[in-house]
């Protein structure tokens, strides 16, 4: 089993500021990796594939980069509605046995 | 507009079964990987199940084979769930999900309680 671990857990971020997230995968998963945000109440929302494509839809603000191991999603400037918990996924292994980040939360300061 | 909306969650005993399901419109059906994710109280996602476009394959995460099988009919455009020996640990909110590695479109999800 890909292990995905991101961190912080918790990220306390004024409006208007940029957040930096972190996933690490145990093993590569190429660039096969995926961001999704969600907000109480609501099912989660596809940000970005292909460690840096972004969805339809999703804002320019969001930006995913790396590969391999070691991936960074990026807000650059965070709007009210962008405080939700976000979560990384790997769809790289087969057979396809996807596995999910724990999720970090991006919180007003 | 893409929908996927879920049914059949509830209330169940541990031990008992309970059988979901998932309308799908929007979308060729059966041209996707569709998959379960859920997530429990609280907590974060998990992916539970995959099948693939003719029902051929189907994958499960290890806590759930043996339990749980997934199926489809693309004829009515729809996903299932049946689970079955239900454990407490299994209550979460069951969404399903079109898959094309990452998830592309979710439903709402449909609430499992699994509780005597």
């Known amino acids: 089993e890909i292990v995905m671990t991101q961190s912080p857990a918790t990220l306390s971020v004024s409006p208007g500021e940029r957040a930096t997230l972190s996933c690490r995968a145990s093993?590569?998963?190429?660039?096969?990796l995926a961001w999704y945000q969600q907000k109480p109440g609501q099912a989660p929302r596809l940000l970005i594939y292909g460690a840096s494509t972004r969805a339809t839809g999703i804002p320019a603000r969001f930006s995913g980069s790396g590969s391999g191991t070691e991936f960074t999603l990026t807000i650059s400037s965070l709007q009210s509605e962008d405080f939700a918990v976000y979560y990384c996924q790997q769809y790289n292994n087969w057979p396809p046995l996807w596995t999910f980040g724990q999720g970090t939360k991006v919180e007003i300061k | 507009e893409v929908q996927l909306v879920e049914s059949g969650g509830g209330l169940v005993q541990p031990g008992g079964s309970l059988r979901l399901s998932c309308a799908a419109s929007?979308?060729?059906?059966?041209?996707?990987?569709m998959s379960w994710v859920r997530q429990a109280p609280g907590k974060g996602l998990e992916w539970v199940a995959n099948?693939?476009?003719?029902?051929?394959?189907?994958y499960y995460v290890d806590s759930v084979k043996g339990r749980f099988t997934i199926s489809r009919d693309n004829a009515k455009n729809s996903l299932y769930l049946q689970m079955n020996s239900l454990r407490a640990e299994d209550t979460a909110v069951y969404y399903c999900a079109s898959a094309s590695g990452y998830f592309d479109y979710w439903g709402q999800g449909t609430l499992v309680t699994v509780s005597s």
């Open positions: 093993q590569s998963v190429s660039s096969n």
């Open positions: 929007g979308f060729t059906f059966s041209s996707y990987w």
């Open positions: 099948i693939k476009q003719d029902g051929s394959e189907k």
